[in-house]
């Protein structure tokens, strides 16, 4: 099993600054890689996928970046909507894995 | 637009079973991968089962022998009977779609507990 590690657990930014979001893999996966956004008590959000590739709707301060075992998700400017907990997971390999979480959060 | 609507989620008792539904809307089960991931109370997400078009079928090591997925490819619904519960299957279960899931259902709560 490709385990994902993602750093930091949480992550205490202010609005209008930049957040970087780690997640590595246990071996390399490619590109392979979706990111996703969950709020309390709703369903996660696709952001990314393909490492770099951002979904339909997705603002572009929401960056992706990173092949083979390690990658970063970047949001330049954080909104007051995007403290949430964010998820990297792979889809290289069964069984597909997810990483355990960051929480990005208001400082 | 598209839509995933999860039901059959409830209270059981250790060691029985219950079967989830997924109906879908505005796309077919046969051409897409589906999938179920589950969320434990205040953890992280944990991918349990994909579909494929094709037919194939995977499964996380922690439901293997004990769940099925399946589709009814008439009504586009798809499903999870889950056999065996045990106090850990006790979670938030959504049904999504794709290889990257890019559309969820909204989740429906299976508990565990006698």
């Known amino acids: 099993e490709i385990v994902m590690t993602q750093s930091p657990a949480t992550l205490s930014v202010s609005p209008g600054e930049r957040a970087t979001l780690s997640c590595r893999a246990s071996q390399s996966i490619s590109i392979n890689l979706a990111w996703y956004q969950q709020k309390p008590g709703q369903a996660p959000r696709l952001l990314i996928y393909?490492?770099?590739t951002r979904a339909t709707g997705i603002p572009a301060r929401f960056s992706g970046s990173g092949s083979g075992t390690e990658f970063t998700l970047t949001i330049s400017s954080l909104q007051s909507e995007d403290f949430a907990v964010y998820y990297c997971?792979?889809?290289?390999?069964?069984?597909?894995?997810f990483g355990g979480g960051t929480k990005v959060e208001i400082k | 637009e598209v839509q995933l609507v999860e039901s059959g989620g409830g209270l059981v008792q250790p060691g029985g079973s219950l079967r989830l539904s997924c109906a879908v809307s505005?796309?077919?089960?046969?051409?897409?991968?589906m999938n179920w991931v589950r969320q434990a109370p205040g953890k992280g997400l944990e991918w349990v089962s994909m579909?494929?078009?094709?037919?194939?079928?995977y499964y996380a090591d922690s439901v293997k022998g004990r769940f099925t997925i399946s589709r009814d490819i008439s009504k586009d619904t798809v499903y999870l009977q889950m056999n065996s519960l045990r106090v850990e299957d006790t979670a938030v279960y959504y049904c999504a779609r794709g290889l990257w899931h890019d559309y969820w259902g909204q989740g429906t709560l299976v508990t565990v507990s006698s």
């Open positions: 997971q792979q889809y290289s390999d069964w069984p597909l894995t």
């Open positions: 393909g490492a770099s």
């Open positions: 505005e796309f077919t089960v046969s051409t897409n991968y």
């Open positions: 579909i494929y078009p094709g037919g194939n079928i």
